[in-house]
């Protein structure tokens, strides 16, 4: 069975009314995963990163305003959401998570973390709906532990990876790839190892090209060893903040490629859900839920 990382209190966020971000999606993807027959086994509750282990990415002074309730105004727009003690637990958790997806991958080959995802926290600021970088975060640590694993951030998001991109910049084993919306926020862009910046309306059959193309030369060139794997699903052409036009099926064929590839080529994938933005929190879901039924036939059946 394919290891589910995911902990309750990622929906437990007070957000003031008709707030934008979904934060219910986390619980109700959990419920939709035991709905289609994960079992209770499958999950592992992660532990929050300490604060100490925040710093290899961000700086001191930025954690110690993060804890502390010190940002300006503006600062908390750039944000997004309201500073409580319960985000900071959660945030922490979140990202505790996202490492704990990528321990358990270089174990079992595939882990899935139902959060995750933050790739616009930069070094001293935050920005959309991000405050620390849990992908950078975990694959410092997971280099730090061991220096000589070659890791590959291939985000898929359809916002590019601007945070992460800056802060993996000096690092020789972590390569970043962000394949995104061109005219979609950020929109001053940061420089990932390689960024491909696709255009408002792209469908289906040249984005599968594309995302394909890409990791199939990104793997041949960079040899990873784990590709953190941000599977956003902001590309579908029913989210609010995405302006592509993939499908559902899209969404399932980008996962299934990216997961099937990496398991023939012997490489293992952390796996996290990214962004995704919709009033519809059903259908949310069921674009989320591809990567789950993605990775069950890929990793669950010999067929
Ligand atoms: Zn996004």
């Known amino acids: 069975m394919v290891p589910f990382i995911y902990d309750a209190i990622y929906s437990d966020l007070d957000l003031p009314e008709r707030h934008r971000y979904p934060i219910q999606k986390y619980q109700l993807l959990y419920q939709w995963a035991l709905a289609h027959g994960a079992n209770n086994d499958q999950f592992i509750r992660p532990q929050p990163l300490t604060w100490s282990q925040v710093s ?62 933050y790739h616009h926290a930069h070094h001293d600021w935050g920005s959309g709906f991000c405050l620390i970088n849990d992908l950078a975060i975990s694959a410092l640590l997971a280099s730090q532990e061991n220096p000589s694993l070659k890791i590959l951030v291939f985000d898929t998001d359809v916002h590019q990876g601007d945070g992460t991109a800056v802060l993996l910049k000096e690092h020789a084993n972590i390569f970043t790839c962000s394949i995104h919306g061109e005219r979609n926020f950020p929109f001053t862009k940061a420089e ?54 993939i499908s559902i099926e899209g969404i399932y064929a980008r996962d299934h490629f990216v997961l099937d590839y990496a398991k023939q080529h012997g490489i293992s994938v952390a796996a996290v859900i990214g962004g995704g933005y919709q009033r519809n929190l059903s259908r949310l879901i069921l674009a989320h839920a591809q990567l789950l039924r993605a990775s069950h036939h890929v990793w669950d059946t010999t067929e």
């Open 56 to 117: 290899i990415a961000h700086s001191d002074e930025y954690i110690n305003k993060l804890i502390n309730y010190q940002f300006d105004k503006k600062e908390w727009r750039k944000v997004g959401f309201p500073w409580s003690t319960q985000l900071l637990t959660r945030t922490l958790t979140s990202a505790g998570g996202t490492f704990e997806t990528v321990k358990t991958a270089l174990r079992s080959g595939i882990a899935i973390h139902f959060s995750g995802g």
């Open 192 to 245: 990932s190892d390689l960024d491909i910046a696709l255009p408002k309306g792209t469908q289906d059959a040249h984005y599968l090209e594309v995302v394909q193309r890409t990791l199939t030369s990104l793997v041949s060139d960079v040899k990873p060893d784990l590709i953190l794997y941000d599977a956003g699903v902001d590309i579908y052409r029913r989210d609010d903040l995405g302006h592509l036009d």
